[in-house]
């Protein structure tokens, strides 16, 4: 009999690039405040860097000029605009991680229409990222 499974597909992914202001400050932030992790800055002064957790990776970019970042909602503040949607196993857990360590909730948790459990958090320049996982409807 013939193996039906299908063979694993290549993994994609994305990282979003985030234009901050401080690149050690915003570094520093999401590992002691969202739990990211990083290796190393590059460039000296430092310019860049690029914080993981479980998988999902966030570039971090100083430019010269500074004033340029431009989160989402800035273009749309009464609309629900996020600068990354992170798919999680536990958007329970993680939300009471994040108020625990007192970080900024832009959005509690609750059931979307769209079949998802999630939450807002805002980091330190302002950039919304959206913590979600499928619900049983989703």
């Not at 013939?2 to 694993?8: K, L």
């Not at 994040?98 to 805002?122: H, L, M, N």
Request: aromatic share 14%; net charge negative; with cysteine.
């Amino acid at each position: 009999m013939a193996d039906s499974r299908v063979p694993d597909q290549p993994r994609w992914g994305i990282a979003p690039y985030f234009i901050v202001d401080d690149v050690v400050g915003t570094a520093n932030f999401y590992r002691d405040e969202l739990g990211f992790r990083y290796e190393r800055f590059w460039s000296d002064p430092p310019s860049f860097c690029m914080v993981s957790r479980n998988g999902v990776i966030i570039m971090l970019s100083q430019l010269e000029r500074s004033g340029l970042m431009r989160p989402n909602h800035s273009v749309d503040p009464e609309g629900d605009a996020w600068d990354a949607y992170v798919w999680v196993d536990d958007a329970d857990a993680l939300y009471r991680e994040f108020t625990a360590k007192g970080v900024t909730i832009a959005r509690p948790i609750c059931d979307q229409v769209y079949g998802c459990r999630d939450f807002d958090v805002e980091d330190c320049n302002g950039y919304r990222l959206c913590f979600g996982q499928p619900t049983d409807g989703g």
